[in-house]
């Protein structure tokens, strides 16, 4: 099993530039998520989808946006990418229920300069 | 929301040392408790879980003990490895899943 695909597995972009993160589980999972890990930050939520069909904002979610596109895939768009908003994101996905463990992608390390 | 106070690192320790790592938490209701690691360069992973009060999670001779009337999930391992260096992440069964800042593990030898 794959799990949680990520692509791509690093980037650079020039400000202002927009791009898109792709992300997709085959676990049949109901929820996923983005988050941002920054040095001594942890990991922060942008965005997150509880469902098929819905998004909900994270604790950071300016300068993104994304899309549910079905049940496998949560793609998370910048824009006009920011220096700020290089980091190291990563893609997860869990069940539904309290007692389901969340799976995570190995991660998207992107850079803007 | 449910949520979760972790002791922040970095912690290190000399190889076959004793590890505590706590957490505490706070919820509505009996959420599950998980310990995630991130090893060097990867994603989170499941290391352990209790799904109720008085579980005991055990994983790799790591175990934490669902303690509700302390409100804790402290992480511990009796002798720790090289191998073990990582960030480890305590959190509860929460939507959505929010984490903290973690606790970096230095093992040497």
């Known amino acids: 099993n794959a799990g949680v695909t990520q692509t791509p597995k690093f980037q650079v972009l020039k400000t202002g530039q927009s791009m898109t993160l792709q992300c997709a589980q085959d676990?049949?999972?109901?929820?996923m998520y983005w988050y941002r890990q920054d040095p001594g930050m942890g990991l922060r939520l942008i965005y997150y989808?509880?469902?098929?069909?819905?998004?909900d904002k994270g604790e950071v979610p300016n300068g993104y946006n994304v899309s549910r596109l079905n049940k496998r895939e949560f793609s998370l768009r910048l824009e006009s990418a920011a220096p700020s908003q290089t980091s190291v994101y990563f893609c997860?996905?869990?069940?539904?229920?309290?007692?389901?463990?969340?799976?995570f992608g190995q991660g998207t390390r992107l850079t803007v300069v | 929301g449910n949520s979760v106070t972790q002791m922040e690192g970095p912690v290190t320790l000399s190889e076959e040392a004793f590890l505590t790592i706590n957490c505490t938490y706070t919820?509505?209701?009996?959420?599950?408790l998980f310990w995630y690691v991130q090893y060097p360069g990867e994603g989170l992973q499941l290391l352990l879980k209790?799904?109720?009060?008085?579980d005991k999670g055990s994983n790799k001779g790591f175990e934490a003990t669902y303690r509700k009337e302390t409100t804790s999930f402290h992480l511990e391992k009796g002798s720790v490895q090289v191998s073990d260096s990582a960030v480890y992440f305590c959190?509860?069964?929460?939507?959505?899943?929010?984490f903290g800042k973690g606790t970096r593990l230095s093992v040497i030898a």
């Open positions: 676990m049949n999972h109901n929820s």
């Open positions: 209790a799904t109720k009060a008085d």
């Open positions: 997860a996905s869990s069940g539904r229920g309290s007692a389901y463990e969340a799976f």
């Open positions: 989808s509880a469902s098929e069909g819905t998004t």
């Open positions: 959190a509860p069964s929460n939507t959505p899943l929010v």
């Open positions: 919820a509505t209701g009996y959420p599950s």
